[in-house]
């Protein structure tokens, strides 16, 4: 009999007879009809053997049902201890003779006891070994399984020892040996050329203790290229040896499907926007050619009227006004057009302005990789909120993010470093700046860049800074533009927050 925690259970039973033995292996619970529960529990509680020469005869057991129901001659009982701990029973029983088990047999069978204890122990202990090593085996190859579906690596890294570890799956994404050592000058020779300073600066920030989070490309030795995400923080330090835990996901599907869905978006933009433009040259050459034609007409009449001979001043006058009606009603045109485009509902709503410019930063991402443009954001986290139109205000970043991008187009001799901060300006307004390490514009010509129709791109329309000037205006700001000290051109402008709320006052 064995305990298995609270319950008791037989384990197996041997019967004699006729020179031989018979075992059966049994995996039931003890009760009164296979078993003296009085005698087993004594056992068991006092640790120690007990042998009944003829149960029948009157003692404490005599009255136990087994006893009671069964002829039983003689009985030996024995405790299976394993060190302190009792593990279960040996029960031993006669049917033909009182007196079978004597005191030496018992020595003998206490030896035995004890040996079949540690046995059985030890084969209890090595099946809880097999069992949790074949959970393991299973959970290994689950997770192995797993990273192959999500196409997801994992590794440990040492930094100042320069040692890695790598997943198999990750060795599959970057198409390395799985023999290979890896070490950081190994990474670094799969990441990308372009994508190398944004490494840097994301690993250099993870040594200080912030978290590395970056998508980027690696060139695998085949020339394939692929877009990864890796996200990573530090876990210890050892001997001031940073210790690094992460995770690597292959996601050049997912970037493809995404560049797919930004050109077709771009192409549907473009259309939209070529379908808008021919619809309003109609509608302004409709409306211009009636008054210019009337202008055209009254001029010609008044050169004819002053070219005779003689002249009839007060008709000529007369034309002239016409003149001048047509002009004016030119001018009351162009006015209602810029009135009718810039009639957009204005929405102001308090807004968090770190929050607007990482929706804009997730739309043109893509664009900016494309360009091997490297952005670095660096968001204020005590950005007090602002009173504005959210898409308006995210036009003028996208409108200055993609003319930063513009004026690096050129640049191949340093990386394409773009940066996009938000912080406070004073105490009462909050300034987003956005500056470029392009070829720089003529600090001569900085004031003109605001001015409708003035562009230093060749297929520019000169519209994007006025627009985005007069929608910072109308949020009570300026926007600005100056030289940087280095290559390239800072733009910012700068808002107030919104109004706190007052403070409740004492009663």
């Not at 933009?269 to 050619?289: D, K, P």
């Amino acid at each position: 009999m064995l305990a298995r925690g609270a319950e008791k259970r037989i384990a197996a039973e041997a019967a004699t007879g006729d020179n031989t033995v018979v075992v059966h292996l049994r995996d039931e619970p003890v009760t009164e009809t296979v078993l003296p529960l009085t005698v087993l529990h004594y056992v068991l509680r006092s640790r120690d053997a007990l042998i009944l020469d003829d149960p029948a005869i009157q003692s404490p057991f005599s009255t136990d049902p087994y006893f009671e129901k069964q002829r039983i001659r003689s009985v030996l009982c024995l405790p299976l201890a394993h060190q302190t701990q009792i593990i279960g029973a040996l029960y031993l029983e006669n049917t033909l003779a009182p007196r079978v088990f004597v005191p030496a047999r018992a020595t003998v069978l206490k030896l035995i006891a004890c040996q079949a204890a540690t046995a059985i122990e030890n084969a209890r202990l090595f099946r809880a070994r097999e069992q949790a090593e074949e959970g393991l085996r299973r959970a290994y190859d689950s997770f192995a399984d797993a990273q192959r579906l999500s196409r997801t690596g994992n590794f440990t890294a040492d930094i100042a020892a320069d040692q890695h570890t790598w997943s198999a799956e990750l060795y599959r994404i970057f198409e390395i040996d799985p023999a290979t050592t890896i070490g950081m000058q190994t990474v670094r020779r799969f990441i990308h050329p372009d994508d190398l300073p944004a490494f840097d600066v994301a690993l250099e920030k993870s040594l200080g203790g912030a978290d590395f989070d970056l998508a980027f490309r690696i060139v695998t030795s085949g020339g394939g290229v692929k877009h990864v995400h890796s996200v990573g923080h530090l876990t210890e330090m050892v001997s001031d040896r940073p210790l690094f835990i992460g995770a690597i996901q292959d996601v050049t599907e997912r970037k493809l499907a995404e560049d797919a869905l930004n050109r077709a978006r771009s192409d549907l933009a473009h259309v939209a926007r070529v379908t808008t433009l021919s619809t309003l040259t109609a509608s302004i050459a409709h409306e211009v050619n009636q008054p210019l034609s009337g202008i055209i007409t009254n001029a010609s009449t008044c050169l004819r009227i002053l070219d005779a001979d003689p002249s009839n001043v007060e008709t000529a006058r007369e034309a002239a006004r016409r003149i001048i009606r047509d002009g004016n009603r030119a001018a009351d045109v162009v006015t209602r057009l810029r009135a009718l485009f810039s009639k957009k509902a204005f929405t102001a709503e308090a807004l968090d302005l770190n929050d607007a410019t990482r929706e804009v930063i997730a739309l043109i991402l893509s664009d900016l990789q494309g360009d091997r443009v490297v952005l670095q954001s660096e968001l204020a986290e005590d950005l007090p909120t602002v009173i504005g139109d959210r898409v308006q205000l995210q036009q003028v970043v996208l409108n200055l993010l993609r003319n930063a991008s513009d004026a690096m187009i050129g640049v191949d001799d340093r990386p394409r470093m773009l940066l996009l901060r938000t912080q406070r300006d004073g105490r009462d307004r909050v300034r987003v700046m956005v500056r470029d390490s392009g070829v720089g514009v003529d600090p001569n010509h900085i004031d003109k860049l605001f001015e409708p129709f003035y562009s230093t791109k060749s297929g520019g329309m000169g519209i994007g800074l006025s627009i985005s000037r007069s929608i910072v205006e109308r949020h009570h700001g300026r926007l600005w533009a100056e030289p940087n000290a280095g290559p390239g051109t800072t733009f910012a402008f700068s808002i107030p927050c919104a109004p706190q709320e007052p403070s409740d006052k004492a009663s």
